[in-house]
């Protein structure tokens, strides 16, 4: 059961799809570092990322080159396609749409510790949010990859950084998974998701879904 905002000591939010509107980005970002390989291996990583949402583009890449390429696994190859990947996402971020609302949900509980925790570079999401002014809101850490989320969840509630009750803002089947191996609350933001067909799974599971954050806020009112 989601708790009102007031009530909660930390929040964590997954970044693309979530704060940022960059899923398309991430996606186009694979397929044109990865087209001189050819269409059909191209497409084959995009289909991959959809379905493997919230996991790291490091994985992702070890997976293309051994898998999808069935090659065996090539550093070099590797450090060049994660580099060409860093360079388009960056160039395309700077003018990334951020969500609307996180003003006034930053007002409903000025108290609440904020983190992202993504699947993107750590790196990179701190370049980019210092470059887009939204470094401000998150003062409890901007943490990615290569630790995976549940790494990062793990560590921070290890060193106190993330207290219960704490909230989880995600827009993926593993961002879900994560929230729920820590005993975090969890809510779905539909509106920049890829997941598909995400209602029926959002009832199964009894996952609260809104499009964004004014939507949750609006959600909440109504209690």
């Known amino acids: 059961m989601i708790k009102l905002t007031k009530e909660y000591k930390t929040i964590i ?18 397929y044109e570092v990865t087209k001189h390989f050819g269409h059909k291996f191209s497409q084959s990583l995009v289909d991959y990322h959809l379905i493997n949402g919230g996991i790291s583009r490091y994985q992702k890449f070890e997976y293309f080159i051994t898998k999808i390429l069935q090659k065996p696994y ?13 360079k388009y996402v960056k160039r395309s971020l700077i003018n990334c749409e951020i969500a609307e609302g996180l003003d006034q949900l930053k007002a409903k509980n000025p108290k609440a510790n904020w983190l992202i925790v993504s ?10 949010f210092k470059a ?11 943490f990615g990859s290569p630790d995976d989320k549940n790494t990062i969840i793990e560590r921070e509630m290890e060193c ?5 009750p704490a909230l989880f803002f995600g827009d993926s089947k593993y961002d879900y998974l994560a929230a729920k191996k820590a005993n975090l609350d969890f809510a779905f933001l539909s509106g920049w998701s890829d997941v598909k067909n995400y209602q029926p799974w959002c009832d199964e599971n ?18």
């Open 132 to 142: 887009l002014n939204i470094q401000r809101y998150f003062e409890g850490g901007i």
């Open 160 to 164: 106190k950084n993330i207290k219960k």
């Open 206 to 223: 009894k996952i609260l879904c809104v499009k964004n954050f004014l939507d949750f806020l609006y959600q909440e009112s109504k209690i």
């Open 13 to 30: 939010f997954d970044c693309d799809g979530v704060v940022l509107n960059s899923n398309k980005i991430k996606t186009n970002a694979f």
């Open 119 to 128: 699947g993107s570079d750590q790196n990179e999401l701190q370049e980019v």
């Open 74 to 86: 090539d550093k070099i190859l590797n450090e060049e396609l994660l580099e060409d990947f860093a």
